[in-house]
């Protein structure tokens, strides 16, 4: 009998281990990039596993890290890396340095009205015309016309990855309209026929991008699936997840494991994004 009791309780144990680890609450929060895919996840996680509730805001990559910080968050969506002072935050808070999922690829598009006749740009000119060195589209090849920038607010991992890798850290001109999200920013630009902005490739709605060329040598590339896995596009990114390793487990651990899985990656491709190939889904 004694045999029986202790059966029955490690079974026990086993089945409600087992619930743990597919169900209970999960919050989500950070790059406004990354939010919309953010969401998709979620909703097709929930329909897998209904006990299971899982919410997600934006605000940006900063924000998703400061909500680490407090522990407000059980995962940070970021489209750039996290900054060594936000690592020294976590590791204050809770003992440990985040563990880092890389768990999509982006294409960082730049984007113009429609009506725009230029069709590709140089990193070089992206950088004049971010920078106010370049004020006119007639420079460029275009109308003679002012151009209006959009940016995004310096709280978005993707203002910081744009600043660093296209402007060379160098700050936006003066004039760099900032916008709270990059839907926000392309709505703007789709609207004006002088403007131009830059954000992630699911969001590219009502505006058209332009094919980028590294250098003025150099053919002017597309922002596709191909060109963004081989590297050939020259502004593209991994977006990532961070999470407190005390919570990667359970239902944390499932949901980030479905991310990276098949199905998870089928949701990227869908959604304006890249999937991860499968050596960086270890």
């Keep these: 009998m004694n045999n029986w009791i202790k059966f029955s309780a490690c079974l026990l144990a086993v089945v409600m281990t087992a619930k743990v680890a597919v169900a209970g609450n999960i919050s ?25 509730k899982i919410q997600v805001t934006g605000g940006g990559s900063g924000t998703g890290f400061a909500a680490l910080q407090n522990q407000t968050t059980d995962l940070a969506n970021a489209s750039r890396k996290i ?9 204050k808070a809770f003992g440990k340095r985040p563990t880092e ?37 007639k420079e ?19 203002y910081e990855f744009f600043k ?5 850290g160098k700050d936006f001109a003066a004039s760099a309209q900032p916008m709270p999200g990059t839907a926000a920013l392309l709505q703007a630009v789709a609207k004006d026929k002088n403007g131009i902005g830059y954000g992630g490739a699911g969001y590219g ?43 990667d487990k359970g239902e944390v651990s499932a949901f980030l494991n479905w991310i990276r899985s098949d199905e998870g990656q089928v949701l990227v491709k869908s959604n304006g994004y890249f999937p ?6 270890q």
């Excluded at 989500?28 to 299971?52: H, R």
């Excluded at 900054?83 to 020294?88: H, V």
């Excluded at 460029?140 to 993707?158: C, F, H, K, Q, W």
Aim: with cysteine; charged share 25%.
């Design 83 to 91: 900054k060594a002072k936000e690592i020294e935050g976590c590791i």
């Design 28 to 52: 989500m929060k950070g790059s406004d990039t990354l939010v919309i895919l953010a969401q998709k996840w979620s909703e097709e996680y929930m329909k897998k596993t209904p006990a299971t």
């Design 140 to 158: 460029l090849g275009g109308n003679d016309a002012p151009i209006t920038v959009y940016s995004r607010e310096n709280s978005s991992g993707t």
């Design 164 to 168: 660093e890798n296209v402007l060379k």
């Design 101 to 137: 999922y890389k768990v999509a690829l982006d294409g960082l598009s730049v984007y113009v009205s429609a009506e725009n006749p230029v069709k590709e740009l140089s990193v070089g000119q992206l950088e004049d015309i971010f920078t106010g060195k370049v004020k006119s589209w």
């Design 276 to 281: 991860l190939p499968k050596n960086l889904r």
């Design 205 to 247: 709605a009502g505006a058209k991008h332009l094919a980028i060329k590294k250098d003025e040598a150099s053919p002017a590339i597309e922002p596709t699936e191909e060109n963004v896995v081989a590297g050939t596009y020259p502004i593209w990114r991994p977006l990532f997840i961070y999470v407190n390793p005390a919570l």
